[in-house]
């Protein structure tokens, strides 16, 4: 019995365990991920945008540094070594040929006082760069988010592929149903059996390719998400035709242009680097004139051979000796003298007796250092001039991306649109088709023609419907609109 018990225990902890390790997996699997959903994920997880946030915080620290440097500063040292040979007293500071042990203490600092306001520029441009990296992750989260959308995009055409193929295969075993009864009651040649069979391959082919690449699309998704490509993954497959999108007529191109240079995060982190290039300039000019600063000191030591007053006694030695008529008289003081004992001073004695304090204002002129200072100067001058370029650059790369996107979604529209009639036409066409094959007044091979034909249409309206979608949320993301289905 008791055995049974440690048996079905040890299996119960098993199967607890198993279900720890299959939670995860679980919650996966629960739920189907939306674009909303996915976004928010890969914000968080991808570790382009996490690199973007160490960067971030790497600049706020420098901020902080920045904050600091004005401060005062302060720094203890202590040490302890033997002194031999003749060399200085460390607490009389004259020279001595005893061995002794010695320890000192200091305390000392620098404080800024006046310096043309070179640290708080310096903090202007270290504030002004710490906005442009946060500026900078907000622009790898849009990326993230718009490869996410593109991908995103990829599957849902891809399940519609699949949705496309799976009819068109049913469709063709409807028929090769309908043709075996036909041709077992004499009816219909052989033939025609056998060309639909191999039609029937071929749609159960482009089927398993069809789910292949829906699969090989979730993969890609998955890597952008930063999800474990052994975890169950299924996204949500809103109606292609229920997406929102803006009236063509609201995205021309200068309009959108303008407002994509103040809402891009690339433009924002321009601007603000180019803000702190210019506080850069002053700082750098700051270091051309005087500067002025405080400091001081605090300071003591201890000797091993030092002697200090330990104690006192009274005494009345004689002064001196007078002769008086051939006697000698020892002559003595009217009062006793006190004299003092001494021995070897007490450590902390020592460090409170040779404490010392110092305290002053220095200033520093700078009259030649080799020109460091002024091309410094020089140097970031033509630094604010490369970040205006590169400003200028990347507004230019903005407008011809916004430009194209629009030709590109103008191009997607007609094509669209064009599509739908193709699909009509095809539509059509195979119906018919059908009806003259049912009475017998078309080949087989005609009707596999129509069928295929149909589904060249559907396959391609779908992918155009997609890429107009997609063209179209690109241009309402210049827009800064973000990324929304």
């Not at 040929?97 to 800024?112: F, K, V």
């Not at 929102?244 to 407002?259: G, K, S």
């Not at 700051?286 to 006694?313: V, W």
Request: proline share 4%; hydrophobic share 40%; with cysteine.
């Amino acid at each position: 019995m008791k055995r049974c018990f440690s048996y079905f225990c040890f299996m119960g902890k098993r199967l607890l365990g198993l279900l720890f390790l299959l939670l995860p997996a679980m919650i996966f699997a629960q739920e189907k991920w939306d674009l909303r959903r996915c976004v928010d994920y890969a914000m968080k997880n991808n570790i382009s945008v996490k690199q973007a946030d160490v960067q971030a915080r790497i600049a706020e620290i420098q901020v902080l540094q920045a904050k600091q440097n004005k401060w005062p500063t302060a720094g203890f040292s202590s040490n302890i070594g033997l002194q031999f040979g003749r060399s200085i007293d460390p607490t009389t500071n004259l020279y001595t040929n005893q061995e002794l042990l010695y320890n000192q203490y200091q305390l000392q600092g620098q404080a800024p006082i006046y310096s043309f306001g070179r640290y708080k520029n310096l903090q202007s441009s270290a504030e002004f760069n710490a906005q442009a990296a946060m500026f900078d992750k907000d622009r790898a989260a849009n990326d993230v988010a718009l490869n996410v959308a593109s991908y995103y995009l990829q599957v849902l055409a891809a399940n519609e592929q699949v949705n496309i193929s799976e009819i068109q295969a049913q469709q063709t075993k409807a028929q090769y149903d309908i043709t075996q009864k036909k041709v077992l009651a004499g009816a219909l040649p052989e033939l025609n059996l056998v060309e639909l069979e191999a039609q029937l391959a071929t749609d159960s082919s482009n089927l398993i390719a069809a789910k292949t690449t829906l699969e090989q699309n979730k993969l890609l998704l998955k890597a952008l998400l930063n999800i474990d490509m052994a975890a169950p993954f299924d996204v949500d497959t809103p109606p292609v035709d229920n997406i929102p999108l803006e009236p063509i007529a609201e995205m021309q191109p200068d309009y959108v242009y303008q407002l994509a240079l103040n809402t891009q995060p690339e433009q924002k982190a321009n601007d603000m680097r180019i803000k702190g290039a210019e506080s850069v300039i002053k700082a750098d000019k700051a270091q051309l004139y005087p500067s002025l600063g405080g400091f001081y000191s605090l300071a003591s030591t201890f000797n091993s051979k030092a002697q200090g007053i330990t104690g006192s006694y009274q005494a009345n030695p004689s002064i001196g000796k007078v002769d008086v008529n051939g006697t000698i008289y020892h002559v003595y003081p009217n009062d006793p003298l006190t004299l003092n004992t001494y021995g070897k001073t007490k450590y902390f004695d020592q460090l409170n007796n040779n404490f010392s304090q110092s305290i002053g204002i220095g200033i520093n002129v700078p009259i030649f250092n080799n020109g460091i200072y002024r091309n410094t100067y020089a140097r970031s001058k033509l630094d604010l001039e490369s970040l205006k370029l590169q400003r200028d650059k990347s507004n230019q790369t903005l407008q011809s991306n916004i430009y194209t996107a629009y030709t590109n979604a103008v191009a997607a529209f007609e094509k669209y649109i064009a599509g739908i009639k193709t699909v009509s036409s095809s539509q059509k066409a195979y119906d018919f088709a059908a009806k003259r094959y049912e009475v017998g007044l078309l080949s087989t091979i005609d009707l596999i023609t129509n069928q295929n034909n149909l589904l060249k249409a559907k396959l391609q309206q779908l992918a155009n419907h997609y890429d107009y979608v997609f063209k179209m949320k690109v241009l309402e993301f210049y827009k800064g609109q973000g990324v929304k289905l």
